[in-house]
């Protein structure tokens, strides 16, 4: 299930942004980020439990081929 997909910019011009990761907070590898475009999906629901965690604060990163972006947070509410 597609749950979101984050965004990133940059001043250069003609960045390609690549390399988007999960750094921090996907207890239990819940969601996955699709590395090219920053989509985020459900990769296992298994211990998707609204009545144990109502939301996840995930760290996420990209590269824009150079350098790193430092990590930003998206808060996802169950």
């Known amino acids: 299930a597609n749950v979101g997909t ?10 390609t942004f690549q390399d988007f990761t999960i750094t ?19 990769a296992d629901n298994t211990n998707l439990d609204f009545e144990t ?10 590269s824009d ?5 430092i990590a930003e947070n998206v808060t996802i509410n169950i």
């Open 6 to 15: 984050v965004t990133a910019t940059d001043a250069d011009a003609g960045t």
């Open 24 to 42: 921090a907070g996907n207890t239990d590898n819940i969601f996955t980020i699709n590395t090219n475009t920053g989509a985020i999906t459900i």
């Open 53 to 62: 965690t109502t939301q996840y604060t995930l760290s996420i990163t990209v």
């Open 65 to 69: 081929g150079t350098n790193t972006s």
